[in-house]
């Protein structure tokens, strides 16, 4: 299903509009609905932020875009929270917490199967190890606050256990950042990519940051901001991949095909009728982003936006368990660090290496990663559920 970029003109600016009734809509069920429901909603409130978060730093050094940038991005904050209030009220925050690791293994996955350039490829299974190993320690602490099953919102569609150890994943900053694509010679699908995991990740961050302070389990707060340090590794590594010397108008223009692109994707693959929808309404919405984008590219900026935009939407996101693919890059890849921009095997840091200093440091006190999941192993329905079927259940109901 070939959406024609270019002939597609989706819904006009100014008849983009919402009132608080249909901004606030019904949220889909915790565990009624398909757990990739959940993925989606989490991935474009993640999108959508990242539009707003754009929109804000490029005003800041662009006077001339000023007055188009706060048109749109008015649109991109209601489109946000339609799509965040999409969240039920009986989704406690660890419980968001592990369909937000969700989206970073199952959607960076996707991404990193479908990534034409081999170097970004291996960045993105690089970083989707480490947000596999998060859902694996927030499992943990599911279990110890909760004391039930992750696999409830889960769906059995990703595994729970370690991946990379979250021990080891702190770097140095200077072996975080990555090399870009080249803007003139990398596939629109690199440049889409690149967006859309940045915009995941940073969501990603600035949620554990926001949450990690409410708990008053010390475990649990010491783990979000463990794991949140990570989460700006992961924006600082993703971040590096886009070209900086593309203009801004460019970035802009990419930036509204990146989201359009993942909005179509979603469309795809709803099954919630309702919510399908509202994926329809906001690919609607983002053509119309990318048309009055486009006409700016080509008045202020003299260029045509065929230079940069593809026809049509390139492969879409599989919202689909990737649970082969991540076990094998596990066996293969899980021994991985980084040296610099290069990904090279443990065995070839050099003992003294800034990565180890910086991490021995921050462990130096304990690893919350590591306590939160000590004797912690995934059993489905829980250790509960395995004492039952061991010793059985007395005449009364009650474990014997
Ligand atoms: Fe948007
Ligand atoms: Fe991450
Ligand atoms: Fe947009």
């Known amino acids: 299903m070939a959406l024609d ?199 990603t961050h600035d949620f554990y940051m926001t949450i990690g302070p409410m708990f008053a389990d010390p475990v649990a707060r010491q783990l979000y901001a463990e794991i949140a340090s990570i989460e700006e590794q992961h924006v600082t590594q993703y971040g590096s991949l886009i070209d900086p010397d593309q203009s801004v108008l460019e970035q802009w223009l990419m930036h509204e095909a990146m989201e359009l692109y993942c909005y179509y994707s979603c469309l795809q693959y709803e099954g919630n009728a309702r919510i399908k929808g509202i994926w329809q309404r906001m690919v609607d919405y983002e053509l119309g982003h990318l048309h009055y984008v486009m006409e700016l590219f080509q008045r202020l900026g003299g260029r045509d936006p065929a230079e940069v935009l593809p026809a049509t939407l390139p492969d879409l996101i599989d919202f689909k368990s990737h649970r082969e693919f991540v076990r094998r890059t596990l066996a293969q890849e899980v021994d991985l660090r980084a040296n610099g921009t290069e990904f090279v095997d443990k065995a070839e840091i050099p003992p003294g290496h800034r990565s180890i200093l910086y991490r021995d440091q921050l462990n130096s006190e304990g690893s919350p990663t590591e306590t939160v999941a000590a004797g912690y192993q995934w059993t489905p329905g829980t250790e509960l559920n395995a004492r039952v079927q061991r010793v059985g259940v007395g005449p009364e109901g009650r474990l014997q």
Request: net charge neutral.
């Open 5 to 203: 970029l270019f002939k597609e003109k989706g819904v006009p600016l100014d008849r983009q509009v919402f009132t608080w009734k249909d901004m606030v809509q019904r949220p889909y069920s915790k565990l009624d609905d398909d757990a990739f429901t959940r993925v989606r909603v989490i991935l474009m409130n993640g999108i959508e932020s990242d539009a707003l978060r754009f929109k804000h730093i490029v005003a800041r050094f662009n006077r001339q875009l000023r007055e188009p940038l706060a048109l749109i991005r008015r649109v991109e904050q209601h489109q946000q929270t339609l799509v965040n209030w999409l969240n039920p009220a009986d989704q406690s925050p660890v419980e968001t917490t592990l369909g937000f690791e969700q989206v970073a293994i199952e959607v960076t996955a996707s991404v990193a199967l479908k990534e034409p350039d081999p170097y970004l490829a291996q960045a993105y299974r690089f970083g989707m190890l480490e947000d596999f190993d998060h859902l694996y320690r927030y499992s943990a602490l599911y279990d110890r606050i909760e004391g039930k099953d992750p696999n409830y919102l889960i769906q059995s569609y990703s595994d729970i256990r370690p991946g990379r150890p979250t021990a080891v994943e702190h770097r140095h900053p200077l072996d975080d950042l990555r090399r870009p694509y080249d803007m003139r010679t990398a596939h629109p699908l690199t440049k889409i990519h690149a967006l859309l995991i940045t915009a995941a990740e940073f969501q």
